[in-house]
């Protein structure tokens, strides 16, 4: 009986060693997921402001003179394309609805209501509508002449200061280019001045010369992106015009009869 006690105490000691290993087990387990996870959340932020940090040490390695002029025409050409989005969609007009109800008001309350109308919309459509309606005393073909020629005036407005994206387009790698060129008389200087042809003397040079072409060319490519959107829009302004151009004709034509 004693030997059986004995069996049964040796046997409980063993399964209570057993869970607190499994418990100490999983506990160091977790502590061990919960250490990577950190170490990983702190790597990521590492990374970020990492990025940044090699973005602004790269810039200021490629010179302050010609990495703040790329900068500059950065600057200016997001401008003026932001001022040209903004624009070109307050410019645009539903158009059918503009037709449509230049149409009843021809019906309902003739030429006047229709200028009524055509006022109260904002948009260069509405202006040409506008100007049409307003010669139609003059007859006809005075109406189609003012609605071709105030459409060319509402189409300079529509492209106007577009050249200047285009310019800082052709600038921004130009410039880049030309740091590259000089960042290269820079490292043939140096190797002129020692007198020998080392890695370490020509490795600044160089890599000034790459940073300025490499900034110079993704300051391009933003703009780019940019400039073909805007020009999108106004070839679609610019058709909208002149569909309603030819229907605010018929609409004169037809109203005459």
């Known amino acids: 009986m004693k030997r059986l006690f004995s069996i049964l105490a040796i046997m409980c000691f ?4 057993t869970v607190n290993a499994t418990t100490n087990a999983a506990t160091s387990a977790t502590a061990v997921v919960n250490t990577i996870q950190e170490e990983a959340t702190e790597e990521a932020a590492e990374e970020t402001l990492g990025f940044h940090q090699e973005l602004k040490k790269r810039f200021i390695e490629g010179g302050p003179g010609f990495m703040g ?23 645009t007009t539903n158009t059918k609805k503009l037709t449509q109800d230049v149409e009843d008001a021809l019906q309902s309350g003739g030429v006047d209501a229709a200028k009524e109308v055509c006022r109260n919309t904002k948009g260069p459509v509405a202006s040409i509508f506008y100007q049409g309606l307003d010669r139609t005393d003059e007859g006809i073909e005075a109406a189609e002449k003012a609605v071709i020629a ?20 052709a600038l921004a790698p130009m410039l880049g280019f030309m740091g590259t060129v000089i960042g290269m008389i820079q490292a043939f200087d140096k190797i002129e001045a020692a007198g020998d042809m080392q890695p370490s003397l ?31 829009k106004i070839d679609s302004i610019v058709n909208d015009m002149e569909d309603a151009s030819i229907t605010l004709m018929d609409l004169l034509i037809r109203n005459k009869k």
Request: proline share 0%; glycine share 10%; aromatic share 10%.
């Open 150 to 169: 105030y459409g060319g005036v509402q189409m300079g407005q529509l492209e106007k200061n577009v050249s200047w994206i285009s310019l800082f387009i």
């Open 69 to 91: 002029i790329v900068l500059l025409c950065l600057i200016l050409g997001l401008a003026i394309a932001i001022e040209r989005i903004i624009f070109l969609n307050l410019s």
């Open 14 to 17: 063993m399964a209570i060693g």
């Open 202 to 232: 020509v490795a600044g040079g160089i890599k000034v010369a790459l940073l300025t072409t490499v900034f110079g060319l993704i300051v391009a490519i933003i703009l780019q992106i940019f400039y073909n959107y805007i020009i999108a």
